[in-house]
């Protein structure tokens, strides 16, 4: 585990978007996960600059995202697919039939994730996972007790993670009560992790993520083990660590 300290969520935005673009330079049918979240939009915002600026291309690349709520239509606005859309993928040349985000909409969930597991193996897994943090240390909707083998699968969201995720339908009793996220194990066979940390409200989660044991309680734990997980934290989060 390596962590990057930086200053503020701009400068971390700055840091994962020169990483990711990086990446995507090197290997133009770069596989990467992304993740939902306040916390990535400045990193996507840049990554659409750049874009736009330098003409930097996805048309080969294929995206996975972490999860999606169960029951949401990709047309919901409160729905990840649509996140992603509004935030990276309606704003660069990748082709959206190679951008794969669970359907928790889908007429059998169950099988949808199985389907989703094996598509990540037919693309040869993840290259590069971008991935944020819950409070409670959940990573993707993996909640905590989520066994580290878990692939993907549909999770019961716990009242403290609908309660953070409040804030983007108004009111508690909108979201929805189940999701689909990649496992533990889907996220942790990809071959590099980044994960974002900004802000006061995130500072028990990572001093938990630097201190604790690796325990099944704190899911993000799973990724100390990890040979190539890099944290990139502002000052807010990092606090006295
Ligand atoms: N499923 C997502 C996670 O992938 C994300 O890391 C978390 C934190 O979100 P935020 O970045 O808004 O704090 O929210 C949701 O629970």
Redesign the pocket.
């Known amino acids: 585990m390596r962590i990057i300290r930086v200053k503020d969520d701009q400068e971390m935005s700055q840091k994962a978007a020169e990483m990711v673009i990086a990446k995507m330079r090197k290997n133009p049918s770069l596989t990467l996960g992304l ?7 400045g990193t996507y915002r840049l990554m659409i600059e750049d874009h736009q600026r330098n003409g930097a291309s996805y048309q080969q690349a294929t995206t996975f995202n ?2 999606e709520y169960v029951g949401l239509p990709g047309e919901n606005d409160q729905s ?1 697919r649509y996140f992603m859309n509004k935030y990276l993928l309606d704003h660069i040349d990748i082709k959206k039939e190679r951008t794969h985000i669970p359907d928790g909409n889908a007429a059998d969930v169950q099988q949808e994730c199985v389907t989703y597991e094996r598509l990540i193996a037919e693309h040869g897994g993840i290259d590069l996972q971008i ?5 409670n240390g ?4 993996n909640e905590p007790g989520t066994p580290f083998d878990t692939k993907t699968h549909i999770i019961e ?1 716990t009242p403290s ?1 609908r309660e ?2 409040a ?2 339908f108004g009111r508690i009793e909108d979201v929805p009560t189940h ?1 689909i ?1 990649m496992g533990i194990a889907t996220i942790y066979a990809s071959k590099e992790i980044i994960m ?1 940390i ?2 006061e ?2 500072r028990e989660a990572l001093n938990n993520l630097i201190h604790r044991d690796i325990n099944e309680a704190f899911p993000a734990s799973a990724l100390k083990r990890h040979p190539n997980f890099i944290i990139i934290a502002d000052e807010a989060a990092l606090g006295e660590n």
């Not at 991935?131 to 409070?135: A, L, N, P």
């Open positions: 993740a939902t979240g306040e916390t990535p939009i972490l999860d990840y991935v944020g943090i819950g409070r959940h990573i993707g909707f969201l993670t953070a995720n804030k983007f999701a996220t974002l900004t802000g409200s995130k």
